[in-house]
């Protein structure tokens, strides 16, 4: 088992990382060519910024059990059907109960934006709070006590 992230606009890196050292697992963090990233711990793989090189490299890379950190709901469906756990940064646990909503409401507020009107489920884009990053780290160690038992 090993932590897989799609890191370019990941609020949770840190989070990640550190329960990760706490479990010891590994952790690969995926970036494009637009973005520079450090770690002591994790491995940084850099694509190239090709539309969605990322989730592509990402997913290569992914096994089943996996955990998958994405805000991406395609790339959590993909995760899903190679038998990988998919978490979004806001602590969402993507299922196999939940993603074909998820991606039908995606489907469903692209549609609206192509033709011009207001997303009626769009939220007001608000900051990330301590609570946010709490979510997170609980639904993270949720997974990865699953997986691990």
């Not at 096994?63 to 602590?91: E, R």
């Not at 609206?112 to 769009?122: A, I």
Request: hydrophobic content about 35%.
């Amino acid at each position: 088992m090993k932590i897989v992230v799609d890191a370019d606009a990941c609020p949770v890196k840190g989070i990640i990382e550190r329960l990760a050292k706490e479990h010891q697992i590994e952790v690969i963090m995926f970036i494009d060519t637009s973005h520079e990233l450090y770690s002591d711990y994790s491995k940084i793989i850099t694509v190239s910024k090709a539309p969605d090189a990322v989730d592509f490299a990402l997913l290569n890379q992914t096994s089943p059990n996996d955990i998958v950190v994405t805000q991406d709901y395609g790339v959590a469906a993909m995760a899903l059907g190679k038998k990988a756990k998919a978490l979004h940064p806001s602590g969402k646990i993507f299922t196999n109960d939940n993603i074909n909503q998820m991606l039908f409401e995606r489907h469903i507020a692209k549609e609206q934006r192509r033709h011009g009107k207001q997303n009626l489920h769009s939220k007001n884009n608000k900051k990330r709070t301590t609570g946010d990053d709490i979510h997170f780290e609980s639904s993270l160690n949720e997974l990865l006590k699953s997986i691990s038992s």
